[in-house]
Nanobody, 127 residues
């Protein structure tokens, strides 16, 4: 069982920067990690994913150029940097790990393939 804990959310003004962190309970080199978000009244959407074994990343079209996903060398922490933040980035952000290891999820980022989820961290962007 992979446990994930997000941090780094909060209130930020549009145009600023934000860095979200996701701490895993174990080394996640072999497991695809994704960031998802859910805004009020909207469905959950994938925003970014990373698969360390192939050094591959994926991004939703809506966030390309503003979001950057990365991991630390120990492959325990996964980060999501947002710059510049926009009011439409307001949402709860969730970190997730793919249900099966040794599989690259970065081209699909389908939520159904992720079996481990954190509790989320709230991001609120004011204009």
């Amino acid at each position: 069982q992979v446990q994930l804990v997000e941090s780094g959310g909060g209130s930020v003004q549009a145009g600023g920067s934000l860095r979200l962190s996701c701490a895993a309970s174990e080394n996640i080199y072999a497991r695809c990690i994704g960031w998802f978000r859910q805004a009020p009244g909207k469905e959950r959407e994938a925003v970014a994913a990373v698969y360390a074994r192939r050094n591959s990343t994926g991004y939703a079209d809506s966030v390309k150029g503003r979001f950057t996903i990365s991991q630390d060398n120990a492959k325990i922490n996964t980060y999501l940097e947002i710059h510049p933040v926009k009011p439409e980035d307001t949402a709860i952000y969730y970190c997730s790990a793919a249900s099966r290891p040794w599989w690259d999820c970065t081209s699909t980022m389908n939520g159904a393939d992720f079996g481990y989820w954190g509790r989320g961290t709230q991001v609120t962007v004011s204009s």
